[in-house]
């Protein structure tokens, strides 16, 4: 077993760069040094040596110094220098790399192997000894920060403090010897903080810049991250040991990061940042305002630094040209870090940009129109998830504006809330229920909680790729960045902008796609769906077998989820429209009527009005399906509780108005999810489901007469436990569905069919489905009743639950796949053994869930039905799990 891979120089170990063993960053080092792309030679030590390392209490094998310092030998063969030379060194950077790159992880030491004798040799073969005191403090600082974990400010500090003696404003002002006193003074710091001089023997460097990235996969950062984005911590992570390029020797020197297409748009075009004169993490670390990659971008930013296509014009087309070959190797969007030194373009990290979702969809269908990837991979390259993100609305164009400052559109969609100063409040407040935008100077992995929290982030530094960018873009929230404007005193939990001030808790709008930031709440308008979106939803529906429905009842929705490409209803709740004020007296007097008389007196004047509704549905689902089910939850919910509403129901009805109090407190239920409702309401007051069946089929006789095409209704009884439960009430529609028919003279087809609902239900499926003429999976109560779990009092416990790994997601949200999924399959199986056509579906939340509708799709079912904002997530999903 060997643990070390080589790369660069025409040598690559890793083979065809496999990221589970050497990590995303040592993967693609391996695979471009691979492609013969000038990559500065190095070597990864695998994951595996990670977990090995945990495995053995955190002590490395013996054997691991003959192949590091094999790996070692073969960057010193190439490059020509000694590591630990004092003539001429050898520097090399610790880079950690996990599967997916993963903030949380020990930041990179760079400029490894300086040291008091070293540094002379570099000084003296560069001919440069601003440049070599420069990697030195930069690499002690570094060090210091990460391997020793020492306070970082007290670095930062005497930086400043050397610039202020200097009088000057920029780390480039300071001189050689400037920076050689600085180096003293650092090595004082670590001397008092770590009780032991700053490391001289370079091997001594490299295997504590080695543990520390082996340590930090066991951060608390990276465990909240982990934990955040379902990384398992058995994953462990590589590390990566790469001979050092200098972008900090000078003017024809640079650093930069750059995506091969706009991450937040998707155009094609390159997109980048860099700075000339800097080193490593200097652009994203906003240390000086960098400059633009492209002479278009610049333009159009209105920005005076020259882009690197002006700057460095042969460089630029150089770099235009590896982007080329990325984009074809990898066959998708890349997000590169480069370094030029003295000239000379080095590729120093490559992996697939994170993107928004707006940029996923367009990159996927350009890219299948280019012919780079095929349709079927455009479907699998965006995040059903993240459809989200387009599906809901925006800034009203036309609603007032109260605009206090405008930044970088760094990540896009609107957001308002109530301003915050730090992670912890925003998680905090957002727990009570309100919506927050978080305020920093610029964020870091400590703030990665709080940026979860947040509706939208805003920060007063930092570029288009700072970290609150990548994040926010990652997380699909939208991001202000860079707002120089912004005096932020976090202290004081207020920032001051154009002589305003903004305390916590006041209300602030931001706008991720323009950058602007406004006091208020902003009105916002519905999203765009034609386009790219309109096209990949168009491939998707080429290849997905289900069918996707919706769960809706009124009207505004029944219309939004036709937009959205709903194929019918899945479920249409009855009893959502007998809240309405209009009806909802009628309503109390058919609950509280003392007899049959009584109620159907009260069901007379509802008939109207469920007609309509049901007519109004019918006519905007017209020719397709529409599943309505019967009166499903316990009456007492319907009950008045305020004195004026006892009144006018004793004014409607006659009936003394203490007598109603008395009969109310009678239908009060100990467990009324286990108790008088679903179709136990219909077995005891069959009276009920006749009028809403009538209704039913009186409304679409009326549409098919109006509009010439014929509903489908599927009459669904909910909460059947037994055949007979189900039969009693088939009796009851079959008969309304006669009269009616020979009323009007018009036939339709119908079908009637339950829910399954039920564990007692799912097992007899067999015998019900003689009667039944198709299933509706509710897996909402049928998750709360297999579990015994209540699905209303379980946020008390579900969290922890997560958290010990009892269940793998919140099982409301994501479905039960070996538990509840297994009673599916049997319902589904028995079912069709006894009625092979059966209809089947899903209506619970789940239907909405991409990981519940690849379930589906494996069983057979033949529709999902989701509320209407996820029926192009449940499209998507369902085209995903048909490819
Ligand atoms: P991260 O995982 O945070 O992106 P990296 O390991 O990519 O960290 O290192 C951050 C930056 O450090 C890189 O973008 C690059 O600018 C710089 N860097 C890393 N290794 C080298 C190297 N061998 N030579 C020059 N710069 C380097
Ligand atoms: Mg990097
Ligand atoms: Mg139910």
Not at 147 to 153: Q, R, S, Y
Not at 865 to 877: D, F, G, K, Q, T
Request: proline fraction near 4%.
């Amino acid at each position: 077993l060997r643990y070390v891979y080589r790369f660069g120089g025409g040598v690559s170990d890793g083979g065809n760069g496999d990221k589970n063993l050497l990590g995303g960053k040592g993967a693609n080092l391996d695979g471009m040094a691979g492609i013969g792309l000038p990559v500065p030679p190095g070597f990864t030590i695998s994951t595996a040596m990670c977990t090995r390392y945990y495995d053995e209490g955190g002590k490395f094998p013996e054997s691991l110094k003959a192949e590091v310092a094999d790996g070692i030998a073969h960057i010193e063969g190439i490059t020509g220098k000694m590591f630990g030379d004092e003539g001429d060194p050898l520097l090399v950077s610790v880079r950690s790399g996990a599967r997916i790159s993963m903030p949380g992880m020990m930041d990179t030491v760079l400029n490894l192997g300086l040291n008091d004798k070293t540094v002379e040799g570099l000084a003296a073969t560069s001919g440069d000894a601003r440049f070599a005191w420069d990697s030195y403090r930069r690499f002690i600082q570094m060090y210091a920060d990460v391997v020793l974990e020492l306070d970082h400010g007290s670095f930062e500090e005497a930086l400043e403090i050397a610039k202020e003696d200097k009088g000057v404003h920029l780390d480039t002002e300071l001189t050689a010897d400037d920076l050689r006193a600085l180096v003293a003074a650092y090595k004082k710091l670590v001397d008092q903080q770590w009780g032991k001089p700053f490391p001289q023997d370079v091997h001594d460097q490299l295997w504590g810049a080695v543990g520390a990235v082996f340590g930090s996969w066991q951060s608390d950062r990276a465990k909240v991250y982990r934990r955040l984005n379902d990384i398992p911590g058995s994953w462990g992570t590589a590390v990566n040991v790469q001979a050092m390029v200098f972008g900090n020797m000078g003017e024809t020197s640079a650093t930069g990061v750059a995506f091969t297409r706009d991450p937040s748009t998707g155009e094609r075009a390159y997109y980048g940042e860099f700075l000339i004169n800097a080193q490593g993490e200097d652009v994203v670390a906003g240390i000086r305002t960098p400059q633009y990659l492209t002479l278009a971008a610049r333009e159009r930013a209105g920005a005076k630094a020259a882009s690197m296509q002006e700057a460095m014009p042969e460089v630029y087309d150089e770099l235009a040209r590896v982007f080329d070959l990325l984009e074809t190797h990898y066959r998708d969007m890349q997000d590169i870090e480069f370094t030029v030194q003295q000239g000379k373009l080095w590729m120093l990290q490559t992996r697939s940009g994170k993107r928004t979702a707006k940029a996923a969809l367009k990159i996927a269908v350009d890219m299948a129109n280019e012919g780079l990837i095929t349709r079927k991979e455009a479907i699998g390259r965006v995040d059903p998830a993240a459809l989200d993100q387009l599906l809901h609305p925006t800034l009203d164009p036309k609603a007032p504006r109260d605009v206090i400052a405008k930044g970088l559109p760094a990540s896009p969609g609107a957001a308002s809330g109530k301003a915050v100063f730090d992670a912890d409040t925003a998680e905090k407040r957002k727990a009570a229920g309100e919506d927050v935008i978080l305020v920093r100077v610029e964020t870091s992995p400590e703030d990665i909680h709080g940026m979860h929290a947040a509706k939208g982030i805003l920060t007063a530094r930092g570029g288009m790729t700072s970290h609150a960018a990548v994040v926010a873009r990652g997380m699909g929230r939208p991001c202000v960045s860079g707002v120089g404007a912004l005096a932020i005193d976090a202290k004081a939990k207020l920032f001051r902008v154009a002589g305003r001030e903004v305390k916590e808790g006041d209300l602030l709008t931001i706008d991720g796609a323009t950058g602007e930031v406004m006091m208020g709440e902003v009105a916002t308008v519905q999203p765009e769906l034609a386009g790219d979106f309109g096209v990949l939803m168009e491939w998707a529906d080429e290849v997905r077998r289900l069918k996707v429905r919706t769960n809706a009842e009124t009207p505004l929705d029944c219309r939004t989820a036709r937009q959205f490409g709903a194929e019918g209803i899945g479920l249409c709740r009855t009893e959502h429209m007998f809240f309405d004020a209009s009806r909802i007296t009628a309503v109390r007097q058919m609950i509280l009527a003392e007899d049959v008389t009584g109620r159907k007196a009260a069901l007379e004047k509802l008939l109207p009005e469920q007609r309509s509704d049901f007519a109004e549905i019918f006519e905007i689902m017209a020719g397709l399906p529409v599943t309505i089910r019967l009166l499903d939850p316990p009456l007492h919910e319907f009950l008045p509780h305020e004195e004026s509403e006892f009144a006018e129901v004793a004014t409607a009805t006659g009936i003394d108005i203490d007598k109603l109090k008395r009969r109310a407190a009678e239908l009060h239920e100990f467990n009324p999810m286990l108790g008088h409702r679903g179709c136990r309401l219909g077995v005891t007051y069959p009276e009920i489901y006749e009028m809403q069946a009538r209704a039913i089929f009186e409304a679409a006789v009326a549409v098919a007469t109006k509009l010439g095409e014929a509903p489908i209704p599927e009459v669904m009884i909910p909460l059947v436990a037994t055949r007979r439960e189900l039969e009693l009430m088939k009796a009851v529609v079959d008969a309304a569905a006669k009269a009616v028919f020979e009323e009007t003279g018009t036939t339709l087809e119908y079908l009637v069919g339950t829910m399954i609902e039920l564990p007692r239900a799912a097992l007899k499926a067999g015998e019900i489905a003689e009667v039944g003429e198709f299933f509706s999976f509710g897996t909402n109560d049928l998750t709360q009743t297999a579990l015994g779990v209540s699905r209303d009092d379980a946020a008390r416990f579900l969290g922890v639950y997560v958290e010990q790994g009892i269940y793998a997601k919140d099982p409301f949200v994501s479905l039960d796949i070996e538990g509840v999924g297994e009673l599916i399959e049997i319902a589904a199986e028995r079912g069709r053994k006894t009625r092979p056509d059966i209809k089947l579906g899903i209506c619970g939340e789940h239907g909405g869930d991409p990981a519940s509708i690849a379930f589906c799709e494996k069983t057979g079912l033949d529709y999902v039905s989701a509320s209407p904002y996820r029926v192009p997530i449940a499209r998507l999903a369902a085209a995903q799990a048909a490819l």
